[in-house]
């Protein structure tokens, strides 16, 4: 599964915030006419990825609700703030 929930949501987010922005420049009356058209163009696109991607979301968790699709869980290894990882540290075993 290339796509989790979560990565899903984060790219509706970033999709709906672009929409936000593009709609302000569409209503611009200090742009010319053609900036104004092409913004227009954009959004329509904008709206139509955010559309596929809610679907995607719907999709997804329909599959995980009805049990065909199971998330994997991937644990998360933070080595930065961890001095057993620094060279010179003692052996964590060692403790």
Avoid at 65 to 82: C, E, H, I, L, T
């Amino acid at each position: 599964m290339a796509e989790t929930v979560g990565s899903l949501v984060d790219k509706i987010s970033i999709v709906e915030l672009k929409i936000f922005h593009m709609q302000e420049q569409t209503d611009r009356e200090d742009a010319s006419p053609e900036f104004r058209v092409q913004c227009q163009d954009r959004l329509s696109i904008l709206r139509r990825q955010r559309d596929d991607l809610a679907e995607e979301l719907s999709d997804l968790v329909a599959a995980v609700a009805s049990g065909k699709v199971v998330p994997k869980v991937y644990r998360q290894f933070k080595m930065y703030n961890d001095p057993s990882y620094r060279r010179g540290a003692s052996d964590p075993r060692a403790s």
